[in-house]
T-cell receptor, first 112, second 111 residues
Framework: AQSVTQLGSHVSVSEGALVLLRCNYS??????LFWYVQYPNQGLQLLLK??????LVKGINGFEAEFKKSETSFHLTKPSAHMSDAAEYFCAVNYQGGKLIFGQGTELSVKP | SQTIHQWPATLVQPVGSPLSLECTVEGTSNPNLYWYRQAAGRGLQLLFY??????ISSEVPQNLSASRPQDRQFILSSKKLLLSDSGFYLC??????????FGSGTRLTVV
């Protein structure tokens, strides 16, 4: 069975600071992993995805994530937070045709 | 390119009234289609998914139903809405094995 755990339902950073959103997965087979962003009253937008190619994945808006098999993690990072990064972020996992399993989400706040 | 359309964007309905939310996908064929709900302060709950015309799988028992009358059309319905049906409803599609593309969502308020 597959599952996703996002550590921290709320994360607050200052503008210009490092953003780190944590995601750990459980999967008995090599997973596909995704990060989505959701702005208020909008749908989810794909930030980046890992599908067994390079372990460091670069996405849109300056975000990146690193797949670490030994740690079963896929943490999302951005070197310098911007006010426009304030949103909810979802980590998700699936495997070749399986349904996407979402974490509970992490709300990111950016302080001026 | 593929696009997904979902409407309406917002809806206020009285308790006991019917519901019909529509989702259509363009630029692809035989997509997997999904309906999700987000209740306030909660994560994404998968309601229904479909791998083909007339094929609907329900994830949770509830007051809602789904139909797929055409390859790229997915409809979420209810005969009688409950207060607990309020939420943000999202439609999504995917090619087999990859991440989903989401519609812009429908904010449903049952009063």
């Amino acid at each position: 069975a597959q599952s996703v755990t996002q550590l921290g339902s709320h994360v607050s950073v200052s503008e210009g600071a490092l953003v780190l959103l944590r995601c750990n997965y459980s999967s008995s087979v090599p997973p596909y992993l995704f990060w989505y962003v959701q702005y208020p009253n909008q749908g989810l937008q794909l930030l980046l995805k890992y599908t067994s190619a390079a372990t460091l994945v670069k996405g849109i808006n300056g975000f990146e994530a690193e797949f670490k098999k030994s740690e079963t993690s896929f943490h999302l990072t951005k070197p310098s937070a911007h006010m426009s990064d304030a949103a909810e972020y979802f980590c998700a996992v699936n495997y070749q045709g399986g349904k996407l399993i979402f974490g509970q989400g992490t709300e990111l706040s950016v302080k001026p | 390119s593929q696009t997904i359309h979902q409407w309406p964007a917002t809806l206020v309905q009285p308790v006991g009234s019917p519901l019909s939310l529509e989702c259509t996908v363009e630029g692809t064929s035989n997509p997997n289609l999904y309906w999700y709900r987000q209740a306030a302060g909660r994560g994404l709950q998968l309601l229904f998914y479909s791998v083909g015309i007339g094929q609907i799988s329900s994830e949770v028992p509830q007051n809602l139903s789904a139909s797929r009358p055409q390859d790229r059309q997915f409809i979420l319905s209810s005969k009688k809405l409950l207060l607990s049906d309020s939420g943000f409803y999202l439609c999504a599609w995917s090619p087999v094995g990859y991440g989903y593309t989401f519609g812009s969502g429908t904010r449903l308020t049952v009063v």
